[in-house]
């Protein structure tokens, strides 16, 4: 992070110093509190991309995407956001820390089956909490297993469900889908239904030719390979931006992977224009590759 940010202050973009102070102020622990920091984190990663790469760019400061681009008399935009559903990750961390709070065995192993929800219902996320930890301070059960997800036949997504364990010792999350797994058709709809399409994307959409690039770091599986397969059957004739792009940020890496998925009904010359004006920038290779196609 601290890289990030001197990258980014040797470039100086306009509207960085307003950025810096809201990141070096965070302080918010909370749920919501971390899932802004991870969208302020994926803005500032994809901009100190930018401007290693020699991209020219400001800060918006504005109505409007995240992040400009000038060329010539047009401007171009990129818009950040991120989506950090309630996951099995989640759900553990949520255990462990109730059965601590309570001088409990905190060894959580959760394994999936047969592959990992995108999103736990809150409603059974509810009742799990409240099975292994009771409200009125009794003893909790030590196992269960419970439907996490509901089948969706008609995305060829089976019902997940979660087989919980407390013991004492060490515990685990095991989590698995193989190549093009239904799990990476339904985190595909779960950007589509609850980022590209939220009204305030939809307006930024529309006042430029805009990418829309998605932080899917807090996930699970977060698994890019079948990206463009999944998202591509998404695309609806009304929608603004010209692409998606699904990214994931390593805590080992400075540098996020990211796949793409071209909006069919986009205009294609504003498409190749900001294609154009990202080029140098090795994180967008394989926006150009997707129209090479």
């Given at each position: 992070?601290?890289?990030?940010?001197?990258?980014?202050?040797a470039?100086?973009?306009?509207?960085?110093?307003?950025?810096?102070?809201?990141?070096?102020?965070?302080?918010d622990?909370?749920?919501?509190?971390?899932?802004h920091?991870?969208?302020?984190?994926?803005?500032?990663?994809?901009?100190?991309?930018?401007?290693?790469?020699?991209?020219?760019?400001?800060?918006?400061?504005?109505?409007?995407?995240?992040l400009?681009?000038?060329?010539?008399?047009?401007?171009?935009?990129?818009?950040?956001?991120?989506?950090?559903?309630r996951?099995?990750?989640?759900?553990?961390?949520?255990l462990?820390?109730?059965?601590?709070?309570?001088?409990?065995?905190?060894?959580v192993?959760?394994?999936?089956?047969?592959?990992p929800p995108?999103?736990?219902?809150?409603?059974?996320?509810?009742?799990?909490?409240?099975?292994?930890?009771?409200?009125d301070?009794?003893l909790?059960?030590?196992?269960l297993r419970?439907?996490?997800?509901p089948?969706r036949?008609?995305?060829?997504?089976?019902?997940?469900?979660l087989?919980i364990?407390?013991?004492?010792?060490?515990?685990?999350?095991?989590?698995?889908?193989?190549?093009?797994?239904?799990?990476?058709?339904?985190?595909?709809?779960?950007?589509?239904?609850?980022?590209?399409?939220?009204?305030?994307?939809r307006?930024?959409a529309?006042?430029?030719?805009?990418?829309?690039?998605v932080d899917?770091?807090?996930?699970d599986?977060?698994?890019?390979?079948?990206?463009?397969?999944?998202?591509d059957?998404?695309?609806?004739?009304?929608?603004?931006?010209l692409?998606?792009?699904?990214?994931?940020?390593?805590?080992?890496?400075?540098?996020?992977k990211l796949?793409?998925?071209?909006?069919?009904?986009?205009?294609?010359?504003?498409?190749?224009r900001?294609?154009?004006?990202?080029s140098?920038?090795?994180?967008?290779?394989?926006?150009?590759?997707?129209?090479?196609?």
């Amino acid at each position: 992070m601290e890289q990030t940010l001197s990258i980014l202050e040797a470039a100086a973009p306009a509207g960085l110093g307003g950025k810096r102070r809201d990141f070096r102020g965070f302080t918010d622990m909370s749920e919501a509190g971390m899932r802004h920091f991870r969208t302020h984190l994926a803005e500032l990663t994809v901009a100190s991309q930018l401007a290693e790469a020699g991209v020219p760019f400001r800060f918006n400061t504005d109505e409007g995407p995240d992040l400009l681009l000038q060329c010539g008399r047009e401007t171009l935009g990129i818009e950040v956001g991120s989506r950090q559903p309630r996951s099995v990750s989640d759900l553990t961390h949520a255990l462990i820390r109730g059965l601590r709070e309570r001088g409990l065995p905190a060894a959580v192993t959760i394994r999936t089956d047969p592959v990992p929800p995108v999103t736990i219902r809150d409603s059974v996320r509810d009742t799990v909490i409240e099975a292994f930890l009771p409200a009125d301070g009794s003893l909790g059960v030590t196992s269960l297993r419970v439907e996490a997800a509901p089948a969706r036949p008609e995305d060829g997504i089976p019902a997940s469900w979660l087989s919980i364990q407390v013991s004492r010792g060490n515990g685990f999350t095991t989590m698995a889908a193989p190549f093009k797994s239904p799990h990476v058709t339904a985190m595909a709809k779960d950007v589509a239904s609850g980022v590209l399409r939220e009204k305030r994307k939809r307006r930024q959409a529309k006042l430029m030719p805009t990418v829309l690039i998605v932080d899917l770091s807090g996930g699970d599986l977060p698994d890019l390979r079948s990206w463009p397969d999944a998202f591509d059957s998404l695309w609806e004739t009304d929608d603004h931006f010209l692409a998606v792009g699904g990214m994931t940020i390593s805590t080992r890496s400075r540098i996020p992977k990211l796949r793409f998925s071209v909006n069919p009904f986009a205009d294609q010359p504003a498409l190749d224009r900001v294609t154009a004006a990202v080029s140098k920038c090795v994180i967008f290779a394989d926006l150009a590759d997707q129209l090479k196609e």
